[in-house]
Structure formats: C-alpha cells, structure tokens
C-alpha cells in the first residue's frame, strides 16, 4: 500500500456555494496564497455554464493571474461535459481534469444534466481530451456514501463503478459524499476492499460533513488505506445542486491535527496555510 499523503485543496468548492461571486483577480490572488502552502493540487476552478455557477465564471482569467512558477502544485479544473473538458484542456495551467460521475441518476440529472447512460458516454469523451491534451484526469464518484434521493445504493455498486472506471484507465478516483450521509462505518467498509483491489489506482476522499464528525470520518478512511484527501481551508462551501449546499466541506485544519496528532508527516507549510485561514475567515476580504 502506498503511505505516501496526498492533500487537495478545494477553494471552487468552497467559492461555488457563496451568495456572491469574487472577482477573477481576487480569486487569482488567492490561488496563489495556496500555491506556496504545497498542497499537492489545488481544485481552483470550473469551466461549467456561468448560468449554472456564476460564482466560477471567468476561471480562463483566474489562470491568467495564476503563477505556478517555483510551486510543484497542480491546477485542476472541473469539467461536466466535452465543451468545458475542451476548454479546461486548452489552458497551459490546467494539469487535471476532474468529472463529477455518480451512480446516482438524481444527482447526474441536477448536477450536469446526464444520466447513467448519457454519462458514460460523455466520459469516454472527456477521456480522449485529457490523453490528446496530456492532462491527467480525476474522476470524483459523487454519492459514495449513501443516497438520499431514494435512488439505489450498495457498497457493491461503488465497486463496480471503480473497477468500470479503472478498465477505461481512470488512474485517479475521488470518492465523494456531497451530502454527509457516511459513517466513519460505512467509510471502512467501502475504502478497506477497494485499495487492494485496485493497487493502480489513487482513491481518495471528498467529504461535505458536520464539523465534529470529521475526525471519525477521517480516521476511518486513513485506516482503511486512504492516502489522498481533499479539504477546504476554514470548512467553507457545499455543492449548490445538491440541495445540501449549507453541509460544509471538511475544514482543511481538521486534516492537519489529524495527521499531527498521529504523527503524519503531511510535507505543508502549516504555518501559512494557518495564516491563509485567519485572513480569510470567509472569503469576505475578497468580496468584489
């Protein structure tokens, strides 16, 4: 098993859920506060409909104030369907492409306006862009945890979407759940087959949940093999489609005591990343 930590910072997650859009240049500014922390990637934007999420318009013009000089982190750039894979695929900055796949017909319907027919074909797609273009891609498989929709769930459907996503190549799989329903239990239990299974392949973890539910959730990932984590400085954000947008993401802080209590070695700047979450307690000091 490979014991090497991945962490992913997720401000687009963080931005999409606010009352207000921030301006490009702010939103630049702030990206580049992160890229000096070493975070492994940071989720910094979307190429979706600006109908959609208004809060991500403009992310062509994020990147332009992005510098990524001197930093070893990676840009990623969500992506629901080939014209924005396309357009993420043209910026230079952009390392990764990451698809919001789900098993889940509800969410695929409100989320990107697909299905599980229409999604796998789109996907395949999405996959031949990131390989012409040289980006990697993440595939994040909302709805991980359990379904609140009444949409059928088991443990075994998430199997057999990984193994389906791995076939096509899929290197890089984020398990997500955008509407807290996971135990540390059902976390265990779907993470701890999964990671010898598929030795191949990064699977992580994307949690929206109540603050002091976190750690459990965290530990039990951790224990169960999970090696790669997403977080939100200061736990801002929620999927605005979801209908869960007030359930937070897990707080970035949270993951570091984690990982120092347990004497992890997470190879960040945790004292500007500290600094980065007093002077943005909210994002207001970046409000346009």
């Not at 979307?46 to 809060?55: D, G, L, M, T």
């Not at 329903?181 to 392949?201: A, D, N, S």
């Not at 949690?207 to 090696?227: F, M, S, V, Y």
Request: glycine residues 8%; hydrophobic residues 40%; charged residues 20%.
């Amino acid at each position: 098993m490979n014991n090497e930590l991945k962490i992913t910072e997720c401000p687009r997650d963080a931005q999409q859920g606010l009352s207000y859009t921030i301006s490009p240049e702010k939103r630049a500014a702030y990206i580049n506060e992160l890229m000096q922390a070493g975070f492994d990637v940071i989720d910094f934007g979307s190429f979706v409909s600006p109908k959609a999420v208004p809060q991500m318009a403009e992310s062509a013009k994020v990147l332009e104030g992005v510098h990524k000089e001197g930093s070893a982190t990676k840009l990623l750039a969500i992506i629901g369907n080939e014209r924005g894979a396309a357009e993420a695929a043209a910026q230079q900055k952009v390392d990764i492409l990451g698809f919001p796949y789900s098993i889940s017909n509800t969410f695929l319907e409100r989320n990107i306006h697909s299905d599980s027919s229409k999604v796998l074909h789109v996907l395949n797609e999405i996959a031949d862009i990131s390989q012409g273009s040289g980006k990697s891609l993440r595939v994040y498989i909302s709805m991980a945890f359990g379904n609140p929709y009444g949409d059928e769930w088991s443990q075994f459907m998430i199997q057999d979407a990984v193994y389906l996503l791995a076939n096509k190549g899929v290197q890089t799989i984020t398990l997500s759940d955008t509407t807290g329903l996971g135990t540390p239990e059902v976390i265990y239990q779907i993470f701890k087959p999964l990671i010898p299974r598929f030795p191949g392949v990064e699977l992580g973890l994307h949690l929206h949940t109540l603050p002091e539910e976190a750690p459990a959730k965290i530990d039990a990932a951790w224990k169960a093999g999970c090696r790669s984590f997403d977080g939100v400085i200061n736990g801002l954000g929620g999927c605005p489609l979801t209908g869960y947008e007030l359930l937070g993401n897990v707080n970035t802080l949270t993951l570091l005591q984690y990982f120092r209590n347990n004497h992890i070695a997470t190879g960040l700047d945790e004292s500007r990343i500290l600094q980065i979450a007093a002077a943005y307690p909210d994002f207001n000091p970046l409000k346009s």
